[in-house]
């Protein structure tokens, strides 16, 4: 069974940081693409950044280039997303997405908070 798990989201001033976390089970993100997506209230989801199986491509949202940066470790186990410089625009649930040609699975989301 495939489980996507974040973790790390939270509440934090305008300026601040957090590093999300997505540790996956059952597959490895050396064989899939692995996103953060985010959805506000009201909004419809976005994808934020993604980073292929081979982590030769990475991409990121005009909204967030310059402050967030993805990465894939601990042997295609875990990604992350470190969010610097937030802003209160960037308040939403946080999705990770693992996808291939053949199967697209989401986590469960992790709240983020961005109060001034």
């Known amino acids: 069974e495939v489980q996507l798990v974040e973790s790390g989201g939270g509440l934090v001033q305008v300026g601040g940081t957090l590093r999300l976390s997505c540790a996956a089970s059952?597959?490895?993100?050396?064989?899939?693409?692995a996103g953060w997506f985010r959805q506000a209230p009201g909004k419809e989801r976005e994808a934020v950044s993604c980073?292929?199986?081979?982590?030769?491509?990475?991409y990121y949202a005009d909204s967030v280039k310059g402050r967030f940066t993805i990465s894939s470790e601990n042997a295609g186990t875990t990604v992350y997303l470190q969010m610097n410089s937030l802003k209160r625009e960037d308040t939403a649930v946080y999705y990770c997405?693992?996808?291939?040609?053949?199967?697209?699975?989401w986590g469960q989301g992790t709240q983020v908070t961005v109060s001034s």
């Open positions: 997405n693992a996808h291939s040609f053949q199967n697209d699975y």
């Open positions: 059952g597959l490895s993100f050396d064989e899939y693409t």
């Open positions: 980073i292929t199986s081979s982590k030769d491509k990475t």
